[in-house]
């Protein structure tokens, strides 16, 4: 019996996540990327999770990782404090803050709009095409002008 097996879920999961954010910052010193290795460590666990074979690795995290999920709003309490003692700075750099948080709230807004029109349409296409070639209508009946899905004189079905 291997000696993981012997640890305690919650304890095996923590070492998975921890691992997983150790990783990231490894990758993130070693290379010099610019962004945080707790976010590198983060889709890298995704990554395992979408991975047939490293999904094993996710269920083991997945003790740790669902009580901490559970106390999410304690995570928010250090930036929280962080905005508190840097007050005046942000006071001092409200308008540049606001432009950057309202612009790319608007450019969300457009690319989300933009890619569900785009969708939309796609499936439009794609819902005509398949009762174009079903022989069917744009109105999903036969488009026989007799035929059994034709409205009948006087309102009344058939």
């Known amino acids: 019996m291997s000696r993981a097996a012997l640890l305690p879920p919650v304890l095996l999961g923590l070492v998975v996540l921890l691992l997983a954010q150790m990783v990231g910052l490894g990758l993130s010193a070693l290379l010099g990327l610019p962004v945080p290795g707790v976010v590198i460590g983060i889709v890298l666990l995704v990554v395992l999770g979408l991975l ?7 269920r083991v995290a997945e003790p740790a990782a669902t009580p901490l999920l559970a ?8 930036p929280g404090v962080g905005i508190l003692l ?10 540049p803050i606001a432009l950057a948080v309202g612009g790319s709230f608007v450019v969300t807004l457009l690319v989300a709009g933009t890619m569900l029109q785009a969708l939309l349409r ?9 009762r174009a070639a079903d022989g069917r209508g744009p109105d999903g009946g036969s488009g026989e002008p007799g035929g059994p899905d034709a409205p009948q004189p006087g309102g009344a079905a058939a």
């Open 71 to 78: 106390h999410l709003q304690l995570l928010f309490v250090p």
């Open 86 to 95: 840097e007050l005046d700075s942000l006071a001092q750099k409200a308008l």
């Open 52 to 58: 047939r074979p490293t999904r094993a690795v996710l």
């Open 122 to 130: 796609r499936q439009d296409r794609r819902r005509a095409r398949g």
